[in-house]
C-alpha cells in the first residue's frame, strides 16, 4: 500500500499445459492420379500411409501489479512461455508400390530440441475524467507472441508424410499395377531409378530406412510477433445508455521464411528460378523452378548459406514482411430499461499484408509478388464444401434492439452489414517443379492488389415477436414468431472466378438464404 504514491494489486502465477493430437491420413490403393489431358500423360503419386501423434506442453509465468492513483489506474504485466512438441509413439507402414523406398518407419519419442520462449510485456492506463465511472480513457499496449501448437513436432518430424510421383501407361483397365508405372525421362524408365522421379518427399532416396526429416529448423529461429496498440473513450450519454469511440492497431511481424532446401543439399536462392512467361490474360508474369525441393528449411533471413552444422552463415538480411491491421470503431450500448434496450456498432478497418523486401532479395518465386505485396490479408475460408470466400471487410455495421409491450409482448430486430468480401479472379498455370498455380488479376489486362475486386455488400435483416404466459412462479411458455432475411436479399456470396471461364466468369455460385419465417414454443420450468 502507498508505495510510489499509490494502491497496489499483486497478481502473480504459473501455469501449465499438456495436450496431444493423433490423426492419419490414408489413400485408397496407396496412391493418387494427376493427369494431363493435353498431353496424355499421367502420373501415379504413391503415398505412404501417415499417421502421427504429437504431444504439446507450455510452461507459464505471469506477474501484474495494479497501480491506482486516484481516478488513474495503471496495470503493469509481464508473462513468459516456453513450449514444445514432440513425435510420440508412431509406425509408417509401407506403401503399396516401391516399398524399398517407401519403407515401414517407427519411431518411440522423438524431441526436436526446439524451443519457443516469448516474453509478453503489457501496459493498461484507465483515467477516469469525472470520477464517476461515466467518462473513461482507455489505452493498451501489448505484445504478444505467436504460439507454436505442434509446429516443432510436426516439421522436424523424423518419419513425415513421404511420396514419390512416376509417370503411369494404363493397360486400359483403370486399375494401376506395379508394371504400368515408369520414370519419366524416357520411354521405358524403370519407376526404381530415382532419377526418373517427377518428384518426391519426405525421405532421402540414398537412405530409406533411416527415419529422419528432410526439413530443418535455423538454430536462431525465432516465432512471429504481435503488437498491439488500442485506445478507447467510453462516455455515458443519459442513465443506462453509452457511446464509445476505440482505435487499434495491430501489427504482425518477424515472419518466419521456408526457403527451400535443393536435391544438393544448397538453400534455393532467387537464382534457382527462371522466368516462364507472360501469361497473356492477365498479363502477369509466372515463373518456374529450375531444381525441386528435397525439403525445407525454417529461417526469419532471407539470405545466407547453410552450413553443415544446420546453422545459417552469411545471414544478414531479415524477412521483413508483416500484416498491418488499423481500425477504428464506434459502439452504442443501451442497457434493458424503461422497457427497451439497443446494441450496436460501425467499424471501419484497414487490414493488409507487406513484403518488407525488395523483389531482389526475395529468394523464392515472385509469381504473384505484386498482386500480394501491399493487399489486403484475407484468410481463405474452408469446410462443407465453401472454400472459395475470402473473409475481409474494410467496413462492417451491425444494430439490434428489443422492446417490452405490455402484456408481456416484445418485439425485437437484428440487422448487419457489411463490405462484400475480396474475390480474387485468376488463371491456372503450370510452373516447373512446382506444379499447377492460380496467377491472379483483378480483371484481365488489370493485376491491381489482392482486395481490389469484391462481392457485393451485404446486408440483412431479421425480425422476431414474442408472447410470454406465466402460468406459475415455476412454470411459463413463450410462443414466437421470427423472420430471417426480410427483404429475400439474394446478395452473391460466391462467383466462379477463373478468367479462362468465358461466360461463366463471374457467375453467382452461392447467394444468401432465402427468407425463412419460423414459429416455435419454449416452456420453461
Not at 69 to 75: E, I, P, Q, S, W
Not at 133 to 162: C, H, S
Not at 308 to 321: C, I, P
Amino acid at each position: 500500500e502507498n508505495v510510489l504514491g499509490a494502491d497496489h494489486e499483486f497478481k502473480f502465477g504459473v501455469d501449465y499445459v499438456h495436450s496431444g493430437v493423433s490423426s492419419y491420413s490414408i489413400y485408397e490403393g496407396g496412391l493418387y492420379i494427376d493427369r494431363w489431358a493435353d498431353d496424355d500423360w499421367a502420373e501415379a503419386v504413391i503415398v505412404r500411409d501417415y499417421y502421427n501423434n504429437y504431444v504439446f506442453d507450455r510452461y507459464s509465468a505471469f506477474a501484474q501489479d495494479t497501480l491506482s492513483f486516484g481516478r488513474l489506474a495503471v496495470t503493469l504485466g509481464l508473462r513468459y512461455d516456453i513450449e514444445k512438441s514432440v513425435v510420440s509413439n508412431v509406425t509408417q507402414p509401407e506403401a503399396a508400390f516401391l516399398g524399398q523406398y517407401l519403407q515401414e518407419l517407427s519411431i518411440d519419442t522423438f524431441d526436436p530440441g526446439m524451443r519457443s520462449k516469448i516474453f509478453s510485456p503489457r501496459l493498461s492506463l484507465v483515467y477516469d475524467l469525472t470520477g464517476d465511472g461515466k467518462n473513461v480513457f482507455k489505452l493498451n499496449a501489448a505484445r504478444y507472441g505467436t504460439q507454436t501448437g505442434y509446429e516443432f513436432a510436426g516439421f522436424l518430424n523424423p518419419v513425415p508424410w513421404a511420396a514419390i510421383a512416376v509417370r503411369w501407361i494404363d493397360d486400359g483397365d483403370g486399375t494401376v499395377e506395379a508394371n504400368e508405372l515408369f520414370g519419366t525421362d524416357f520411354e521405358g524408365q524403370s519407376p526404381n531409378d530415382p532419377d526418373g522421379w517427377s518428384w518426391f518427399w519426405g525421405f532421402d532416396p540414398e537412405n530409406p530406412e533411416v527415419a529422419a526429416s528432410t526439413n530443418k529448423y535455423d538454430p536462431a529461429y525465432k516465432t512471429p510477433l504481435l503488437d498491439e496498440l488500442s485506445f478507447s473513450y467510453e462516455r455515458e450519454v443519459v442513465s443506462d445508455f453509452a457511446v464509445r469511440f476505440e482505435l487499434f492497431y495491430k501489427k504482425l511481424h518477424r515472419f518466419s521464411l521456408d526457403r527451400a532446401i535443393l536435391s544438393d543439399g544448397t538453400l534455393e536462392t532467387q537464382d534457382n528460378y527462371y522466368l516462364i512467361d507472360t501469361e497473356p490474360i492477365t498479363g502477369s508474369d509466372y515463373y518456374g523452378r529450375d531444381d525441386y525441393a528435397i525439403g525445407s528449411y525454417r529461417t526469419n533471413y532471407v539470405d545466407g548459406t547453410l552450413a553443415s552444422d544446420g546453422s545459417l552463415t552469411g545471414a544478414t538480411t531479415l524477412r521483413k514482411s508483416y500484416n498491418r491491421y488499423i481500425a477504428g470503431e464506434i459502439v452504442l450500448k443501451k442497457r434493458l430499461s424503461h422497457n427497451w434496450m439497443l446494441d450496436g456498432s460501425f467499424t471501419l478497418s484497414n487490414w493488409k499484408y507487406f513484403a518488407g523486401n525488395d523483389p531482389s532479395d526475395w529468394p523464392y518465386d515472385l509469381t504473384n509478388y505484386d498482386f500480394y505485396n501491399g493487399g489486403v490479408v484475407a484468410p481463405q475460408s474452408g469446410g462443407s464444401g465453401i472454400s472459395a470466400v475470402w473473409v475481409n471487410a474494410r467496413w462492417m455495421a451491425r444494430l439490434a434492439g428489443l422492446y417490452q409491450f405490455p402484456y408481456g409482448i416484445s418485439a425485437s430486430f437484428a440487422f448487419q452489414a457489411r463490405d462484400g468480401y475480396v474475390t480474387p479472379p485468376f488463371v491456372e498455370v503450370y510452373q516447373d517443379e512446382i506444379g499447377w498455380t492460380n496467377l491472379n488479376a483483378n480483371e484481365p489486362g488489370n493485376i491491381g492488389k489482392f482486395g481490389d475486386r469484391r462481392l457485393p455488400n451485404f446486408y440483412e435483416l431479421s425480425l422476431r415477436l414474442e408472447k410470454t404466459f406465466n402460468v406459475s412462479d415455476k412454470l411459463r411458455f413463450s410462443v414466437a414468431g421470427d423472420c430471417f432475411n426480410v427483404f429475400n436479399s439474394n446478395t452473391a456470396l460466391e462467383q466462379l472466378l477463373n478468367l479462362e471461364a468465358g461466360s461463366l466468369y463471374g457467375q453467382t455460385r452461392r447467394i444468401l438464404n432465402p427468407r425463412v419465417f419460423r414459429a416455435g414454443v419454449r416452456v420453461e420450468f
